[in-house]
C-alpha cells in the first residue's frame, strides 16, 4: 500500500511539472509571437524605400544638411589633429546649423516621421561633440557624425526644387 501512495505522489509531482513546462512553453510562444510582430512593424517602417516610395527631404533640410556634411568634411580632411576646444566649437557649430534644420523643416508624413527617427540618434552625436574633453573624443564624434549624415544620404532622395 505504501508503494502505491509513492506511486501516486509521483504521478502527481510528474502531472505538475508537465503542466509547468506546457504553461512555460505557451509563454514562450507568446513572447516570440509579440517579438516577431515587433520585428515585423518596424521592418515594414524600414522599407519604405526599397518598396518603390523614396522618402524626400525638403530643399531647407537638404541644404541645412549638406553645409553639416560641408563643414565636418573639412575636419576630417585635415591632416592635423584639431584641439579638444576646436571640437567643442565645431560642436557649436553643428548645434546651430541642426537648430537651422529643425526650425526650417516643413516635412510632412512619413518622410517626417524618418527624419525624426534619424534626429533622435543626430542629436545626442551634437551634445557629445560639443562637450569632448579630448581631441581623440573630438575625431571620433565626428567621424560618428559624418556617417549619421551618409545615413540620412542613403535614407532619403534629396528634393528637386530649386532654391
Known amino acids: 500500500m505504501k508503494r502505491f501512495y ?9 502531472c505538475i511539472a ?3 513546462v506546457m ?12 517579438a516577431q510582430q515587433e520585428h515585423d512593424h518596424h521592418a515594414v517602417q524600414g522599407e519604405t524605400f ?9 530643399r531647407s533640410t537638404e541644404q541645412v544638411a ?12 585635415k591632416p592635423e589633429l584639431l584641439t579638444a576646444r576646436e571640437y567643442r566649437e565645431l560642436g557649436r557649430e553643428i548645434q546651430q546649423l541642426l537648430n537651422e534644420l529643425i526650425a526650417g523643416c516643413r516635412m510632412e508624413g512619413a518622410a517626417h516621421d524618418e527624419l525624426h527617427r534619424w534626429l533622435e540618434k543626430f542629436i545626442p552625436g551634437v551634445k557629445q561633440l560639443s562637450e569632448v574633453d579630448t581631441a581623440l573624443s573630438g575625431k571620433s564624434q565626428v567621424s560618428d557624425l559624418s556617417m549619421m549624415l551618409r ?3 542613403e535614407r532619403f532622395l534629396m528634393s528637386a526644387e530649386g532654391g
Not at 509513492?6 to 510528474?14: D, T
Not at 504553461?23 to 509579440?34: G, H, I, K, P, R
Not at 516610395?53 to 525638403?58: A, M, Q, R
Not at 549638406?66 to 580632411?77: H, Y
Open 6 to 14: 509513492v506511486v501516486l505522489r509521483y504521478g502527481i509531482l510528474r
Open 18 to 20: 508537465l503542466l509547468v
Open 23 to 34: 504553461y512555460l512553453v505557451t509563454a514562450f510562444d507568446s513572447v516570440l509571437a509579440f
Open 50 to 58: 526599397s518598396k518603390g516610395i523614396p522618402l524626400k527631404l525638403d
Open 66 to 77: 549638406e553645409k553639416m556634411a560641408g563643414r565636418l568634411s573639412e575636419v576630417t580632411k
Open 151 to 153: 545615413q540620412l544620404d
